[in-house]
């Protein structure tokens, strides 16, 4: 029955119909977008703050290790310096200048030794103030992105339930439209909106051109439009034309 009371609509209620439905629709498609780019976001700002805090891991790591390293070097001078002072001890008991060269020898090497320690600790110092700036760098970074995070996640959270409920009516109005539209129509409505890249089947005449695709229409097509006599569609695009005053309330004679 309801199909058939459909069949009865005049023209113009019926393009009076799929303007509503283009309406309603592209609405429903702004609320989406809205809240689907937030998503997105969250999830890269995520992956930013965990690869920051995997970055930090390593970086605590280096700087254990140079810690370790410099330690190392410091007992390692120490030892040598024990050993020149055996040495020198043991030179003034030696019982000839073989032995005593063979200490000097000695000496001189833990001398090298202490030396090449020390520029290491020199080198490994400069690392590891390096990677304490770049430490506090990173955790200052981690504290912004995550403030970041939160920040989209509450907004993201924010929308969703603000938009839910008015989402749900306009899903709602939707469906209810649609029932007001012959198949054939509807079926062309929903083919050309998937094809249209903004999602609109149904546009105005605008400044005598396609509300779409921007193509200029002839004087006597835009007459036909206004008429609302019957389903007229764009040339180049194929969109569904109506006319400026659609929507406002007037009716054609």
Wanted: aromatic fraction near 4%.
């Amino acid at each position: 029955m309801a199909r058939k009371e459909e069949k009865e609509l005049t023209v113009e209620e019926k393009l009076k119909a799929l303007y509503e439905l283009q309406q309603v629709d592209s609405k429903i498609d702004e609320l989406r977008t809205l809240a689907g780019e937030l998503p997105q976001e969250v999830k890269d700002m995520g992956d930013i703050v965990e690869g920051l805090k995997t970055r930090l891991t390593n970086i605590e790591n280096e700087i254990k290790e140079f810690e370790t390293q410099i330690s190392d070097h410091r007992v390692r001078i120490e030892n040598a310096n024990a050993s020149i002072a055996r040495y020198k001890e043991q030179q003034d008991n030696v019982r000839n200048n073989r032995e005593y060269d063979n200490l000097s020898k000695e000496i001189e090497y833990q001398q090298l030794d202490i030396e090449l320690s020390q520029k290491k600790i020199r080198n490994y110092t400069a690392d590891l103030e390096a990677c304490q700036a770049d430490k506090q760098k990173t955790i200052t970074d981690i504290e912004e992105k995550t403030v970041d995070l939160n920040q989209k996640k509450n907004d993201l959270e924010t929308i969703l339930q603000e938009t839910k409920s008015e989402t749900e009516a306009l899903m709602l109005r939707s469906a209810d439209l649609e029932k007001h539209i012959d198949e054939r129509l509807l079926t062309a409505f929903k083919r050309i909106r998937k094809n249209a890249h903004n999602g609109l089947a149904v546009v105005k005449v605008e400044r005598d051109s396609c509300g779409g695709c921007h193509a200029k229409i002839p004087a006597q097509r835009q007459l036909d439009i206004r008429q609302r006599k019957k389903i007229i569609v764009c040339e180049f695009c194929g969109r569904i034309l109506v006319d400026p005053e659609m929507g406002e309330g007037k009716k054609r004679k």
